[in-house]
């Protein structure tokens, strides 16, 4: 455990913890604001991000920017960081075992940041983190209580990119999002925004 943000950030970026960091290009550690009191949470990087060594800057990133922007959001008051740091082979699905390896890192960045509400963006990493058995489809937006922090999963950007008729739940929890920052969280600004 690094009780400092600087040396966790620079140790994860050595990291050699499982066999992901053979074939990365960039550690893709996380991106926005470390105090924020919303932290959002992803699978893993893929090739824009491998590239960048930034999270969700690829297609998938871009409509993340548009929800965000949607409900007033910006990545300058939340944090954004993967289950994985390293990009997995054609973007497959981080293994069990690369999850395992590389969650402390995530865990640290959580227990830093001590944000008030977890977003997961798809079913991945609401499972590792939130609701072993969590339904996508049947629990999106959907607040669960654990640790002390609220928690809520929705649909991963890139599955709303197959699969466009998805795109005004997805909004609908955003929406959500917006009202719960609304009640308990203090420091966040929201833009205003057309509904
Ligand atoms: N998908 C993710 O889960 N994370 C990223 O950083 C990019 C795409």
Redesign the pocket.
């Known amino acids: 455990m690094y009780n400092n943000w600087n040396d966790l950030q620079e140790e994860c970026k050595k990291c050699e913890k499982c066999d992901l960091a053979k074939t990365r290009i960039n550690v893709?550690f996380g991106d926005g604001n470390p105090n924020a009191e919303v932290m959002f949470i992803?699978?893993?990087?893929?090739q824009t991000?491998d590239e960048t060594g930034k999270?969700?800057v690829?297609r998938?990133?871009q409509l993340l920017d548009k929800m965000l922007a949607g409900v007033g959001l910006s990545r300058d008051n939340i944090y954004i960081a993967?289950i994985v740091k390293c990009r997995p082979p054609q973007n497959r699905d981080p293994l069990p075992a690369e999850q395992e390896a590389c969650i402390e890192w995530l865990r640290n960045q959580v227990s830093l940041i001590r944000p008030k509400i977890i977003v997961f963006?798809?079913r991945i990493s609401a499972m590792k983190l939130m609701k072993p058995d969590f339904k996508v489809t049947k629990e999106h937006g959907q607040f669960f209580e654990k640790n002390g922090v609220l928690m809520m999963g929705t649909f991963?950007p890139?599955a709303l990119l197959r699969s466009p008729g998805n795109k005004p739940d997805a909004f609908e929890d955003f929406r959500k999002l917006r009202d719960k920052i609304s009640e308990i969280c203090e420091n966040t600004e929201i833009e205003s925004f057309e509904n």
Do not use: I, R, S, Y
């Open positions: 893709v992803g699978e893993g990087p893929g991000e999270p969700f690829g998938a990133g993967n963006l798809g991963h890139a």
